[in-house]
Nanobody, 116 residues
Framework: QVQPVESGGGLVQAGGSLRLACEAS????????MCWYRQFPGKQRELVAE???????DYADSVKGRFTISGENAKNTVYLQMNGLKPEDTAIYYC??????????WGQGTQVTVSS
């Protein structure tokens, strides 16, 4: 399994930027991908971005053109660069390692708050 640890959340004004980082330890090579999810109060977690280990990337429509997922293999770290933040991006952001088909190993989450 994999143990992800997120960092980089915080408070930012609308239009601003944040970069989240997720450092993963454990059996990284058994993972299919690393993902960023977010959860709004009272809602289920939703996929924000996914980076597979063969280089494929997928984004939620709501963040396309604003968010960028990237990885740094030497540091077992995946990043989420968030630009043009909106108040509706306010959520808890979770990093997860995904093993096929749908087994996820979750981090503890980091709060992102965007003020208007």
């Amino acid at each position: 399994q994999v143990q992800p640890v997120e960092s980089g959340g915080g408070l930012v004004q609308a239009g601003g930027s944040l970069r989240l980082a997720c450092e993963a330890s454990g059996d990284i090579t058994s993972m299919y991908s690393m993902c960023w999810y977010r959860q709004f109060p009272g809602k289920q977690r939703e996929l924000v971005a996914e980076l597979t280990f063969d280089g494929r990337i997928d984004y939620a429509d709501s963040v396309k053109g604003r968010f960028t997922i990237s990885g740094e293999n030497a540091k077992n770290t995946v990043y989420l660069q968030m630009n043009g933040l909106k108040p509706e991006d306010t959520a808890i952001y979770y990093c997860a390692g995904r093993r096929l088909p749908r087994t996820y190993y979750w981090g503890q989450g980091t709060q992102v708050t965007v003020s208007s």
